[in-house]
């Protein structure tokens, strides 16, 4: 059974429209990953299905219900988590303020929030020894990592993550897809946007296409990273 | 040495010790105690210079003797004058804070709460029991009572007036926030004058004790300086320490605390944490509104006599502690007032004594305070503890 699903979707920023008729399928326990190039709808993608913008079109459905007339923080409780394009981490909080704020709509005396916190800093050990420290005196890949981090505090059953390989040195990148897929392997749902269409489709089992504001091009991970198109435009090869 | 560590990280991950937690909730309060200090010293040290060089311009009176008799009395009108300007100032921060506009209508939140405490008075004695009735007590009610009724009021303003304007341009919400006041201040002329409290409104109170003398100090030329302090300037700082307090506990303790700060740093990411951030705007104005509430009930209760007009003045001073502060920094907010307050007093209480009376010096005051705001929005725009504004990459 499919868990997300976007039908037919369209959505504006004002008078611009950014989805033509986006739909998407994912399934649990997938990893599915939308690459596309700058301004194709990738993010405004994500930030539909969590209720940041609402579609004028189509429909959003999570487990079979719709969710596109739902407020984020409504959303967030059904269990979709967004680690947002560019972190956005609270710079102001520390790490460990970061971290309850993802846990905000749980109980944090209870035993699973304890769990939770364990799992994030044994796959971030890095914010374990950096708990007290404010968010915005991270480094840039210790900030991604908050920034999943915070994401997995809320328990979700689908993360979105919204270029997680941003702005970071391929070592890093290295990293965050490792972490990627051991999250998968715990059992979360991924659906991963990026410009790095090479580390995605490495991770990814099914991939779609975008290109400004519509689907182009949908398969497995294999067969769209040996599709001749995606080759020559997003793997840089001839 | 793996399960060591983990158990380590446990404890310390899941639970804040005692001392983060005294210290959230008292470090603000340190610092402006350095600040009151700091400023007293400094303040007090230029006078006394001034004195020293201005000695003899004046036949009539020793001027070394005058500035060092009344200055236990200015720093006692400052601290009086900070805690105001600082718990006003609280509302247009953390407004600012979530909202990043400036809600000029505050000064009336303020002024509502000092018209809550005359008719609560008026009340008592029309009823026949005021004379009788505690002081302590009821300065309690009337401060729980304003802080009600101005957050309510502040809650349901934001509700009406600048909730549906949210997404237009921050002009069009300022011009609302000016229009709000006016509102407010006819609002309240036509209910005050309307009943027997009148424009202008005496604040009536049962007897609330006499001057307290803290400290008798030798004066080698004279009869000895006492340093007193009346009992309604001394409700006014006590009560407001214990609100400080509490504001610190409510932000940097609390888990809603910690959802006003996330919505005021990025309210999108604060909406994906499962913040209801309407919830949250709405709980911000309350609590500043609540504040500036019983700030009006102090100062009614400590200058007796009020009309709707009252709030406009300390209103747009205590705007200018926020800029001084930091706009946007709680314990700027607290900063900057206490330091406006002793730069004003000062000001009020010596220009006319240097200047031989040439300057009155009360009337510079405005002056002094409004000169404070110009130069740091000149030379420091971020105010004394706020950040300067980066360029998020």
């Known amino acids: 059974m499919s868990l997300l699903e976007l039908q037919n979707v369209h959505t504006y920023y004002g008078n611009i429209h950014a989805l033509k008729g986006v739909s998407i399928t994912v399934n649990e326990g997938e990893v599915v990953t939308l690459i596309g190039s700058n301004g194709a709808g990738k993010s405004t993608t994500l930030r539909t299905i969590s209720g940041l913008l609402r579609p004028r079109l189509g429909e959003v459905l999570f487990k079979g219900k719709r969710i596109d007339r739902m407020p984020p923080h409504d959303i967030v409780q059904l269990g979709i988590a967004q680690s947002p394009e560019g972190r956005r981490i609270f710079p102001r909080l520390t790490v460990l303020e970061n971290l309850e704020l993802g846990a905000y709509i749980h109980n944090s005396n209870s035993p699973e929030y304890r769990r939770d916190l364990e799992r994030v800093f044994d796959l971030f050990p890095r914010l ?20 999943i981090g915070r994401a997995l505090m809320t328990r979700p059953s689908v993360i979105l993550l919204d270029e997680p390989s941003m702005g970071l040195a391929p070592v890093l990148v290295e990293q965050i897809f ?45 067969a769209v990273a040996k599709d001749e198109t995606v080759q020559k435009a997003y793997l840089g090869l001839d | 040495m793996a399960t060591q560590s983990e158990a380590g990280a446990i404890s310390a991950g899941t639970r804040r010790t005692t001392r983060m937690l005294l210290n959230q909730i008292f470090g603000p309060l340190l610092q402006i105690l350095y600040f009151v200090i700091g400023s007293a010293v400094i303040l007090g040290t230029i006078v006394i210079l001034l004195a020293f060089l201005l000695q003899g311009t004046r036949s009539d009176i020793n001027l070394l003797q005058g500035t ?3 200055l236990p009395q200015v720093i006692v009108d400052s601290l009086v004058r900070g805690f105001l300007y600082a718990m006003i100032a609280l509302g247009y921060t953390m407004v600012y804070g979530v909202l990043e506009f400036i809600n000029f209508a505050h000064g009336e939140i303020f002024m509502v709460g000092a018209f809550v405490v005359a008719g ?3 009340m008592l ?14 300065v309690i009610i009337s401060v729980l009572l304003g802080a009600a009724v101005s957050g309510i009021l502040a809650v349901s303003v934001e509700r009406v007036a600048y909730r549906p304007l949210r997404n237009s341009p921050k002009l069009v919400l300022l011009i609302s926030t000016i229009g709000m006041s006016l509102v407010l201040q006819d609002l309240v002329r036509i209910i005050a004058t309307s009943t027997p409290l009148g424009f202008n409104a005496r604040v009536l109170t049962p007897d609330l004790g006499s001057a307290i003398r803290l400290a008798t100090l030798p004066n080698p030329g004279g009869n000895d300086i006492n340093v007193i302090i009346d009992a309604r300037s001394m409700i006014f700082i006590l009560a407001s320490i214990v609100m400080l307090i509490f504001l610190n506990y409510l932000v940097n303790v609390t888990r809603v605390g910690k959802a006003m700060r996330a919505v005021a740093q990025d309210r999108p990411t604060a909406s994906l944490m499962g913040i209801n951030v309407n919830n949250i705007i709405a709980l911000t104005f309350l609590v500043g509104g609540a504040l500036g509430g019983a700030a009006g009930v102090l100062f009614g209760i400590r200058v007796q006599a009020i009309n709707p007009y009252v709030g406009f003045l300390p209103g747009l001073k205590a705007f200018t502690a926020a800029v001084l502060g930091g706009i946007g920094n709680i314990t700027g907010a607290m900063v900057g007032g206490i330091v406006l307050g002793f730069l ?10 240097f ?15 409004f000169s404070i705001l110009i130069i740091i929005l000149i030379f420091k725009p971020e105010g004394l503890l706020g950040e300067a504004t980066v360029q998020k990459v």
């Open chain 2, 68 to 70: 060092l008799i009344i």
């Open chain 2, 125 to 138: 004695n029309s009823a026949g029991i005021l004379g009788d009735f505690p002081g302590i007590l009821f």
């Open chain 2, 344 to 353: 004003e007093a000062f000001v009020a209480s010596y220009l006319s004594l």
């Open chain 1, 178 to 222: 490792d972490i990627v897929q051991e999250i998968n392997a715990q059992g979360t749902t991924v659906l991963l946007v990026e410009q790095n269409a090479h580390m995605a489709l490495a991770i990814a089992h099914r991939a779609y296409v975008l290109q400004t504001g519509m689907i182009v091009l949908e398969n497995t991970a294999e």
């Open chain 2, 355 to 369: 200047t031989a009376g040439a300057f009155a010096g009360a009337n510079y005051a405005d002056i002094a305070a």
């Open chain 2, 120 to 122: 609560f008075g008026l």
């Open chain 1, 128 to 147: 374990r020894e950096r708990y007290t420290q404010k968010g915005g005196t991270l480094s840039g890949g210790e900030q991604q990592m908050l920034a």
